[in-house]
């Protein structure tokens, strides 16, 4: 078989009601090539920079897909990854004999491609984008805090911001109201909330990551233990 062209999409998932990534070899599913009844991985796992499936002279086992479940870490499929000059390989793992290849020069032009178009987002896809791209991990370090996620889709009606606190350890989910604005300015005031004090944000949800922590040492009156935590 001679080099086939990398092709991405990313569409609504049915199986997540969410989205998914679809990979594409000319016409062929890549992703149903390689796994089985498998579907696409979330976009912010796969087209991002540096983006996985950059491929290079050693070789590399890259997740391309999940179950059908939708559940990340059940029947991921991978694949392993490597190129030379000219030519990208894609080949199945554990003794499988599938393999593609891709043209180089094409291949990388697709992955960047891909990573560039946010025409597929809904507002609140795009308004998480922005935060982790502007958000300032810097000024968060200060206060023992690392920037993990964003996204609209964990909680009806809020906008949550997942932070890691040290020591402790904690996770942090700060939460702002999810509502009509655009997303720039949604982003704007999450980013502008998050440079500052901590002890002031209004609504944070903390969960300890071991047994017997207390509060905090930064909790503010607006924080509250996440209320499904059990230890």
């Given at each position: ?189 999450v980013i502008n909330l998050l440079r500052t004090s901590p002890e002031t944000w209004p609504d944070v ?27």
């Amino acid at each position: 078989m001679g080099h086939v062209r990398l092709r991405i999409t990313v569409r609504e998932s049915p199986s997540t009601g969410d989205h998914e990534v679809c990979l594409f070899g000319d016409d062929d599913d890549l992703v149903n090539i390689f796994g089985n009844k498998s579907i696409g991985l979330d976009p912010t796992d796969l087209l991002l920079t540096p983006c996985p499936l950059a491929a290079d002279t050693t070789p590399r086992e890259v997740r391309i897909a999940r179950c059908d479940c939708g559940v990340d870490g059940c029947g991921d499929v991978f694949v392993n990854v490597v190129s030379d000059s000219d030519v990208v390989t894609w080949s199945g793992l554990f003794g499988s004999s599938v393999s593609r290849t891709f043209e180089r020069s094409t291949y990388d032009a697709e992955l960047a491609r891909a990573i560039s178009d946010h025409s597929w987002e809904t507002a609140e896809r795009t308004a998480a984008r922005l935060v982790s791209e502007a958000v300032d991990r810097e000024l968060l370090a200060k206060s023992g805090l690392q920037f993990s996620w964003a996204s609209g889709r964990t909680n009806s009606g809020l906008f949550t911001t997942a932070l890691w606190l040290e020591p402790g350890p904690y996770q942090l989910l700060v939460h702002v109201q999810l509502d009509d604005r655009p997303p720039e300015t949604l982003a704007a005031s999450v980013i502008n909330l998050l440079r500052t004090s901590p002890e002031t944000w209004p609504d944070v949800e903390w969960l300890p990551q071991a047994t017997g922590l207390p509060a905090p040492r930064i909790a503010g009156p607006g924080w509250h233990r996440h209320r499904l935590v059990r230890e």
